[in-house]
């Protein structure tokens, strides 16, 4: 059984396998968690951003898939980028966040990842309501079937800590 864990800090400090990234479909970098993983993994991470751009995903990532580079100078040793959904965009219904979690799982099954750490996909620039998020990555994970161990919810501020929470109840946090 997948353990789900909640922390409330930086995503690039974390001492886990994969970390996910909310990343935009270009690949080429953002701001947010996006450019905090560049700027702390270092030109490795976009040099092979760039390899995907040239060969598979020549016109982007598309929303709601995954997939995963090096981790360069992070503690991590993949980051799965996924994109999420823009709130109030067409077609951007839950489904397509919910999978933003689902895909990451499957490729950290594929890397053999056990501890995979993920930011609130779509709660910044792409503007989800933070309840209705954690309630849509909180199902999702619930209802994957994934070998990862350790399911850890990197939340920066309190507000998204909280909403996160209520979601999970205290019984299996850790
Ligand atoms: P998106 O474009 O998918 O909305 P963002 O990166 O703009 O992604 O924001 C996603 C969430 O991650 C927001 O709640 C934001 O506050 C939070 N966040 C921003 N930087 C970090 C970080 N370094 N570690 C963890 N969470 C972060």
Request: hydrophobic letters at 45%.
């Amino acid at each position: 059984m997948t353990r789900l864990t909640l922390v409330r800090g930086d995503i690039t400090e974390q001492d886990v396998d994969a970390v996910v990234n909310a990343a935009n479909s270009s690949l080429l970098g953002g701001g947010g968690v996006d450019g905090a993983i560049h700027r702390r993994g270092g030109p490795e991470i976009l040099a092979a951003c760039r390899d995907l751009r040239a060969s598979q995903y020549g016109k982007g990532l598309p929303t709601g898939r995954a997939v995963a580079t090096t981790a360069g100078r992070l503690p991590a040793r993949w980051v799965i980028h996924t994109v999420g959904p823009v709130y109030g965009a067409a077609g951007a219904d839950p489904s397509l966040l919910a999978s933003c979690y689902r895909e990451s799982l499957r490729v950290a099954d594929e890397l053999g990842a056990r501890t995979v750490a993920f930011p609130a996909v779509s709660t910044g620039a792409y503007g989800w309501p933070m309840a209705d998020a954690a309630r849509i990555a909180v199902e999702a994970v619930r209802s994957a079937a994934t070998d990862v161990e350790e399911v850890r919810f990197v939340l920066f501020d309190e507000q998204a800590y909280q909403a996160f929470a209520e979601r999970i109840g205290s019984s299996d946090t850790g």
